[in-house]
């Protein structure tokens, strides 16, 4: 089955700095590649996802990249502010429709 | 809100026993899907159901077991309760599920297991 590792496990920066966050998969056959942000004892939330026939794409500050070549994609947060802190899922999915989960990133953002 | 509801929220119970969780999806969803997230860790697919029949089987237990009714809703029933079985567990429904497409998976807000 498909395996996604996520790198890295807690990242801290400062408010108005850049995140990055990086995720590997296995499968060639995944095409879906969504991410999600859960706060403390909340539900995951989906804040983007990418397809792949598609290479990047763009909401506001957040902004996800999609290498199938290398099989790895990446959530990139610009002007980050202290809302942003949570724990950061990615996913990857085969079109089975069945998602799997990357281990998760603990992002803080220090006022 | 993302139109999944999950009862209960908390559930406190003992090992040994046996629970039902209930999940509602988003009106028109006809794919459900189980999740277990333990402490710290990150969420562990259980199950899918789509229009009433299991479509597929992730890491769940054989003291687990799910069903989704005529009505969409689905129930995840734990048995034989053990401490480790101590977790959040979402479910999350998206329209179709049929395969060779993906659909967005939206979550309900979970329901806090504590086995004692």
């Known amino acids: 089955g498909e395996n996604v590792e996520q790198h890295p496990s807690t990242l801290s920066v400062q408010e108005g700095d850049s995140a990055v966050i990086k995720c590997t998969y296995s499968?060639?056959?995944?095409?879906?590649f969504p991410w999600y942000k859960q706060e403390l004892g909340k539900r995951p939330q989906l804040i983007i996802d990418i397809r792949s026939n598609v290479g990047e794409k763009k909401d506001q500050r957040i902004a996800v990249t999609l290498n199938k070549t290398a099989k790895h994609f990446s959530l990139h947060i610009t002007e980050t502010q202290p809302e942003d802190s949570a724990v950061y899922f990615c996913?990857?999915?085969?079109?089975?429709?069945?998602?799997?989960f990357g281990t998760g990133t603990r992002l803080t953002v220090i006022p | 809100d993302s139109g999944v509801t999950q009862t209960p929220k908390h559930l406190i119970t003992a090992t040994g026993q046996r629970v039902t969780l209930r999940c509602s999806p988003r009106s028109g969803d006809l794919s459900v899907y189980w999740y277990q997230q333990s402490l710290d860790q990150g969420l562990q697919f259980l199950i899918q159901y789509y229009n009433g029949e299991e479509r597929a089987k992730g890491n769940i237990l054989e003291r687990f077991s799910a069903q989704q009714f005529p009505d969409l809703h689905s129930e995840l029933n734990l048995s034989s309760l053990e401490l480790g079985d101590s977790a959040l567990y979402f479910c999350a429904s998206s329209g179709s599920g049929r395969g060779g497409s993906t659909d967005t998976q939206y979550f309900g807000p979970g329901t806090r297991l504590t086995v004692l």
């Open positions: 499968d060639s056959a995944s095409n879906y």
């Open positions: 996913a990857a999915d085969t079109g089975a429709n069945n998602l799997f």
